[in-house]
């Protein structure tokens, strides 16, 4: 070889860009922030990035609106589909899969909401005296229970009472529900960015999920679990429905019809098959729907509690305004025992606050992701038909135009007065998305981790075992718990028995 040092060089070269381009995309997962934000800084609101494999456009506050909720243009049933690896589903449902899981969600937990915290309350008791107790064990041997898991078995529990009903309360089941939501995590990419091959050679990470996870764990776990049960209940339910038919509107009256998701979508779709027994294709996808409102409501309702619970544990000051108001909104039951109610809850406006505020700052980056219908111009730009477009919701939640020259300062009840409830989306807090398609199931968490909050400041005192707690990943806030230990100290005088 004539000039070997030529080759050499050319090596070198190479070399250098891998390198200068894995410290950009490096920067991108370590520092997702300031990566993107120095990007807006110097090419303006419209950018784009590739990431896990795909070419991404990120807006920033500027746009946010408008790429959010303009579904004409901006899709976002097959945006949410590709970014969680779900396509072949969506293929399989003919694009109705989102819009079906938020009208169940709707007719089934939003509108039933009241009734719904008073079935879930005593699990939620049950389950922080039993943490408490724990606590108070782990304090002495210093093995201390993991808040996260703990309530996650609870998160489980109330999910598999809404969407199958009582009957369906056992470990092996629960057990089921935890794997499976674990699983539809893996599945969407949410330890993705844990994984070298998940960042760099996305498509084989995204087959070795699949398969896994769609051949192997969830028909192995889900479907052999819950399956036959599930087709059992839609029988009766159908035998149900056919009855009351037949016995008219008087008797209909004394019926007692199950409060399940699962029979309001049997009933659905049995009236909609003319009365009909639903078929198996359709009950394939009934089972589907339930698989994807486990892994909607689990993980990350009981994520976001422990960001709650991690802000609490590092501002004690914010302890007694919300213990006082505790207080004021517990209501007594029939033997006159305290009790939260969805009235008490709904009065908790600091608590509800400060949930606002630790979801406002939590830092969330990439959660609502649209795909574009057309060629869109957006700016200087021109987005290409089938691109994948997405906020930066830190540029939204940290807008100094709105927030101040200060806007990541914590003001936990910034929000009690301003009739702005955790619940509430908007084009500067989009937490749960915006638009049509923002998270239907919001009311619940909100409430689910009121739940968890209230009933442990009743009785004990937060605190992180290192001082601090740490960001798990931060391109990832959503579905990723804070990294901490929490440990709670009783108190003397408890708020609930
Ligand atoms: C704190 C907890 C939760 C957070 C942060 C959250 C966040 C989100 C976000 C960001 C979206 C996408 C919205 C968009 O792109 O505009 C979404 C969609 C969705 N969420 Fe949630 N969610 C939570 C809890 C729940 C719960 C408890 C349920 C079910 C009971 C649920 C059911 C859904 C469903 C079904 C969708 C798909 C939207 C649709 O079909 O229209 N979520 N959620």
């Keep these: 070889m004539d000039h070997p040092y030529l080759i050499a060089l050319l090596f070198s070269i190479v070399g250098y860009g891998w390198y200068l381009q894995r410290d950009l995309a490096e920067d991108i997962f370590k520092r997702p922030r300031e990566a993107y934000g120095e990007a807006f800084a110097a090419h303006g609101p419209v950018i784009g990035v590739r990431r896990k494999g795909n070419l991404e456009y990120i807006v920033n506050h500027e746009y946010a609106r408008y790429v959010l909720t303009c579904d004409r243009l901006f899709s976002f049933e097959r945006g949410s589909a590709a970014i969680m690896n779900l396509q072949p589903l969506m293929a399989f449902t003919e694009g109705a899969l989102f819009r079906d899981l938020q009208d169940f969600v709707r007719d089934g937990i939003v509108n039933r909401i009241d009734e719904i915290v008073e079935r879930i ?20 041997d210093g093995k201390h229970p993991n808040c996260h898991d703990h309530y996650h078995n609870t998160i489980a529990e109330t999910t598999l009472i809404l969407l199958l009903g009582q009957d369906y309360v056992n470990d092996h089941n629960l057990a089921t529900i935890e794997d499976v939501s674990n699983c539809m995590a893996e599945l969407t990419g949410q330890y993705q960015n844990f994984s070298l091959v998940g960042r760099y050679l996305p498509y084989l990470w995204i087959l070795y999920t699949w398969v896994k996870v769609i051949l192997i764990r969830i028909p192995l776990g889900f479907f052999r679990t819950f399956g036959p049960q599930v087709w059992r209940d839609i029988d009766q339910y159908e035998r149900l429905m056919s009855e009351a038919e037949r016995s008219g509107g008087a008797s209909l009256l004394k019926m007692r019809f199950p409060k399940s998701v699962l029979y309001l979508i049997t009933k659905t779709y049995y009236r909609a098959n003319g009365g009909k027994s639903i078929g198996w294709a359709r009950r394939v996808y009934i089972a589907v729907l339930l698989l994807c409102l486990i892994f909607a409501a689990v993980h990350t309702t009981t994520v976001v509690s422990q960001w709650v619970l ?104 910034q929000w009690a007065d301003s009739g702005k409830e955790a619940v509430m989306t908007g084009p500067a807090h989009i937490v749960f998305g915006l638009g049509r398609f923002a998270c239907p199931g919001r009311v619940l968490a909100v409430n689910e981790i009121k739940l968890i909050v209230m009933s442990l400041i009743a009785r004990a005192t937060p605190s992180l075992l290192e001082g601090k707690f740490e960001v798990a990943d931060p391109l990832n806030t959503v579905t990723q718990p804070p990294k901490g230990t929490l440990v709670f100290s009783p108190i003397g005088k408890t708020f609930l028995q």
């Design 121 to 140: 309350w005593p699990l939620f008791q049950r389950d922080t005296k039993e943490f408490i107790q724990m606590s108070i064990a782990g304090a002495k």
């Design 310 to 413: 991690c802000q609490l544990a590092t501002r004690p000051e914010y302890l007694e305004p919300l213990r006082q108001e505790l207080s004021e909104v517990l209501e007594e039951d029939d033997t006159g025992a305290l009790r939260l109610t969805a009235r008490s809850l709904r009065h908790a406006r600091l608590m509800d606050s400060f949930i606002r505020e630790v979801m406002r700052l939590k830092g969330d980056t990439i959660a609502a992701m649209r795909y574009t219908t057309c060629d869109v111009p957006l700016g200087d730009v021109v987005i290409p038909k089938g691109s994948f477009v997405t906020v930066l919701a830190t540029t939204v939640h940290e807008n100094p135009d709105v927030f101040g020259d200060a806007p990541r300062d914590f003001n936990g009840f």
